[in-house]
């Protein structure tokens, strides 16, 4: 078993000189971050929105504008990234080009002063585990790019870092192989019980690795929470459109139900979810929301996910289809509703009726899937 | 005032935050001291000295004297004459060897590299030397072969032929790189659209290279207004403001005068470089990827390849055999009188010079490691850290590259005869000219090649606990291994070679093979001249083979191994 640290980040935040080096702007805004041991915490975001920077941060290779960074309760603000407990990955790899598969990943056990028997078990157990095996005396040129990537996690994980830091670094890879390597490094991290941070600015990625996700915007957090959590019950317009593809229907709160749900999942106790009773294209329709976030009479805006919507011959909402696209595994439509457009999505079209554009159809909305958020 | 405060206190949280780490605050805050003592404060002693008469109270007369007197005056006017023809000549030649080895099909290019590093490795009066020998009064050429008596080459028309032949590789080289470096589909499309072989070189190559046309002619321009020894070789009546300084200074006692001169030739250089650096490269179209799009096809017509490549291969030859006259020469008894065989010359070279062999080696020995490592490790703080200062490491490195030898010469005579850093005579001061000189070529090789290297490399050194030294020792300077010899190699032939700022620095103890040649020269005693410069050539050969199986011995290059 690894060791394990907790990290928190207080109000930390980055300021960079602007080019002309006169002005400053904030690159990540006094956030607070707390990552339990042992978990596996994504930073999502498109680029530029301090995710890297948060990461870079953490390492030590970004100085610290405010803030502070504790490791298991103590500020490590101070300490050089060679000082600091933790291993990164890099998006380009960065093995060093010199040096085989074994010297690259014993290089940092040199640096711990490690007899030369051990630095070769330890080497040897870790190439075990990423599966290259047989290939210690390979320069990092004669590797693939997934085999190049292993180097990188060994190299990392051999360190038996309290923290193991990830930078996107699955970026470099085909899509095929980044849909395995990822299965791989959650496999692993499974495994060691590692406490991880992972950067990245895919959003499948995020919720197929991650216990929590950190979801940010303009060096701001918008949202923390499980993948379910900000799936299902997106906190922000942001992060309803960032994460995946949504419909965004403008509507109002007639009524709020008292009682919420709490949701618990790995990443820690998370919201409370409460049931809202909206007015949308002229009907009443019951939707999640966030509990305590909305009250009767308030303006909100409905989210609704394309697969939440079916097309049928009879329903609740009358509509025209003005696109039809055959995907393959799904059918997309356009349809218009008292002048909004909708996105839906029919999965598996070949066993269902296909509709054609300037067909009247009828909306089938699925109501556990309706989540209002303040406008 | 705000703008300027926020600055400032931006700058020092960016140096406080790179200064984190001690081993870095240190070298930095050591190079920039290195960098004021040994490039910046002779200059600026250069400059206070002009303005100072015979009693050390302020005085405008030395720049008076520059105007008034004729010859100085004569002197600045024969520089920039010199300078503009020699640039335009060496920049079209520069430019016709550049098209035809990266446009032309034609065998044999690869001679043009070879010969266009000839003049590097060479000391500085081979080619004077060889001019003289072939066309001078008693020359192969004019007096044996055509039986002309009386001919005169020294003076202007001398000088033109003799730094045309030595600079244009220059603009060989600097050309060579942009032109392989236009992606070949731009020209592809000028041609798709309907140009001309004709039209597509002047609409689309030619406005491509501009930039590097405007700044091939003005690097020619600075070697040339720089050049002493030629000069002084070949210049005969003719003197320019670099063999004034010298003249002025060493020759007449009159260290302010030379000053003035002095000063007179750093504006011009100072001004020259500038404009070389921040204006045209700026404008530089090309951005080298490294990544070649597509092989670019030749252009086989044959009358461009006759009249273009007909040309190259003649100057080619001609460069060729000025550089062998010189070992051929060491044997022969008396040039134009009596062409047999002798080793008459080693004998007597070996006699007076033998200290001088000694004393230059050594000081090269000793000066080349310390330039090399200093190379890299101003580029690598140059390329990698931000810090208070680091602007002034980089514009005072490359500064030592445009200030003309005899003003760094005359430098340093000013600065350090006396306390608090008297080093006259010593070697320590041959050593510093030696380092300063050659390094700002070690320093380019370096920040080029560090660029092509990704800084996460460093950092995942860093992140697996390396300090900055063992991140520099064990993944910085293995990768830039070929850069740092090729540092080496340069540092040890530019020491070996260097005349114009040393000349000032000789002393009783120690005695440099440069000088010893230009006093051939000077009595007209082309055998030994040939000799000592055949034996500093062998030193020279023997260093490069050295250095290269060192680098051998340390393994192939990575960098190049990555195919």
New interface residues.
């Given amino acids: 078993m690894a060791k394990q640290a907790s990290i928190q980040l207080k109000n930390l935040t980055k300021e960079y ?1 602007t080019h002309e ?4 702007f904030l690159a990540v805004d006094h956030i607070n971050v707390d990552i339990a041991s042992g978990q596996f915490v994504t930073l999502l975001g498109p680029s530029g929105c301090g995710k890297t920077t948060t990461l870079r941060m953490i ?3 970004e ?1 610290i ?1 405010d803030g502070e960074i504790l490791l298991d309760g103590v500020r490590i603000n ?1 300490l ?5 407990d ?3 990955v ?3 790899y ?5 040096y085989d598969v074994f010297d690259n990943v014993g ?2 056990l040199v ?2 002063k490690m007899d030369k028997k051990t630095i070769e078990t330890k080497v040897m157990n870790m190439l075990d585990l990423v599966g290259l095996k047989g290939m210690e005396h390979r ?1 990092p ?1 004669q590797l693939s790019g997934g085999q190049q990537q292993r180097v990188a996690l060994a ?2 994980l051999v ?1 038996e870092p309290a923290v193991l830091l990830f930078d996107e670094p699955l970026s470099n890879l085909d899509a095929k192989l980044r849909v395995y390597m990822r299965t791989e490094i959650r496999k692993i991290q499974q495994r060691i019980g590692i406490t991880s941070v992972y950067v990245t600015h895919d959003q499948s990625e995020a919720m197929a690795l991650s216990d929590k996700v950190i979801i940010m915007n303009g060096g701001h957090i918008e949202q923390v929470g499980s993948p379910t959590e900000i799936y299902q019950y997106p906190a922000t317009h942001f992060v309803a459109d960032f994460i995946g593809s949504a419909n965004f229907v403008p509507a109002k709160v007639k009524s709020v139900s008292s009682q919420g749900k709490k949701l618990e999942s790995k990443a820690g106790p998370g919201m409370e979810i409460g049931t809202a009773v909206v007015e949308m294209f002229g009907q009443e329709f019951t939707s999640k929301c966030i509990q305590g976030e909305l009250a009767s009479g308030d303006e909100v805006e409905v989210v609704i996910r394309p697969e939440a919507i079916e097309l049928a011959d009879d329903g609740d909402v009358k509509a025209e289809v003005t696109s039809s696209t055959y995907m393959g595994q799904m059918q997309d439509y356009v349809v218009q509703v008292d002048g909004h457009e909708l996105v839906t999505q029919t999965y598996n079209p070949s066993s269902k009726k296909v509709y054609n554009p300037g067909d009247t159809v009828y909306l089938r909305i699925q109501r556990d899937s309706l989540h209002a958020i303040k406008k | 005032m705000g703008k300027l405060g926020t600055y400032i206190s931006n700058q020092i949280k960016t140096t406080r935050n790179t200064f984190r780490d001690p081993i870095i605050a240190t070298v930095a805050v050591g190079m920039v001291l290195a960098l004021f003592v040994f490039v910046v404060w002779p200059l600026l002693m250069v400059v206070k000295q002009s303005f100072t008469d015979l009693d050390g109270n302020f005085s405008l007369q030395a720049y008076v004297n520059i105007v008034t007197m004729s010859e100085t005056y004569q002197a600045l006017v024969n520089t920039l004459m010199l300078a503009i023809i020699v640039g335009v000549l060496a920049t079209s030649v520069g430019f016709l060897f550049a098209y035809c080895s990266s446009h032309l099909a034609i065998k044999g290019k690869k001679l043009f590299n070879l010969m266009a590093l000839l003049p590097m490795v060479s000391p500085p009066f081979s080619v004077a030397l060889s001019i003289i020998m072939l066309f001078g009064s008693r020359g192969l050429v004019t007096y044996s072969l055509l039986g002309w008596s009386n001919t005169n080459i020294y003076g202007l028309k001398g000088l033109i032929f003799v730094q045309t032949i030595s600079y244009f590789p220059i603009a060989f080289l600097l050309l060579a790189g942009m032109l392989q470096s236009i992606d070949p589909s731009i020209e592809d499309a000028a041609r798709d659209l309907g140009s001309s072989k004709w039209r597509t070189f002047s609409s689309v190559t030619i406005p491509l290279v501009r930039p590097g046309i405007a700044n091939a002619f003005l690097l020619v321009f600075i070697k040339s207004v720089a050049d002493f020894a030629n000069p002084m070789a070949i210049g005969g009546n003719f003197s320019t403001l670099a063999t004034q300084v010298y003249l002025q200074a060493i020759g007449s006692y009159d260290v302010q005068g030379g000053a003035a001169v002095a000063v007179v030739l750093l504006d011009i250089a100072i001004i020259l470089f500038i404009l070389s650096k921040y204006w045209i490269e700026k404008k530089t179209y090309i951005t080298v990827t490294g990544k070649a799009s597509r092989e670019r096809t030749m252009i086989d017509d044959p009358q461009i390849v006759g009249l273009v490549g007909g040309f190259c291969f003649l100057v080619t030859a001609i460069v060729l055999a000025i550089y062998i006259l010189i070992p051929i020469a060491s044997f022969i008894k008396m040039w134009g009188v009596d062409y047999s065989f002798t080793t008459a010359h080693y004998k007597y070279a070996l006699e007076v010079g033998m200290d001088a062999i000694k004393d230059t080696t050594l000081l090269s020995i000793i000066a080349t490691p310390i330039a090399g490592i200093l190379g890299m490790i101003i580029a690598y703080l140059v390329v990698r850290k931000k810090f208070i200062g680091r602007g002034f490491i980089n514009f005072s490195s490359l500064l030592s590259i445009a200030v003309p030898g005899t003003v760094i010469g005359i430098g340093y005579i000013l600065t350090f005869n006396e306390p608090p850093l008297q080093l006259t005579g010593t070697a320590a001061i041959l050593i510093a000219a030696f380092v300063i000189r050659a390094l700002p070529i070690g320093i380019r090789a370096g920040e080029s090649s560090l660029q092509q290297i990704d800084p996460s490399i460093e950092e995942a050194a860093a992140d697996l606990g390396s300090n900055a030294s063992r991140v520099f020792t064990t993944v910085t300077l293995p990768l830039i291994k070929s850069a740092f010899f090729g540092g080496l190699i340069y540092s040890f032939i530019r020491s070996m070679t260097s005349i114009s700022a040393v000349i000032f620095l000789v002393s009783a103890n120690y005695s440099l093979l440069t000088v010893l040649i230009l006093d051939q020269v000077e009595d007209n005693q082309f055998g030994v001249a040939s000799a000592f410069s055949t034996i500093l050539i062998l030193i020279v050969y023997v260093a490069i083979i050295v250095i290269k199986l060192m680098l051998n011995r340390l393994g192939s290059n990575p960098q190049k191994s990555q195919a």
């Fill in positions: 000189v080096g006169t002005g400053t390492a030590g290779f100085g504008s101070e050089t990234p060679d000082k600091r933790s291993s990164m890099f998006q380009s960065a093995l060093f080009p010199h290089y940092g640096n711990k320069m040129n190299r990392a360190m």
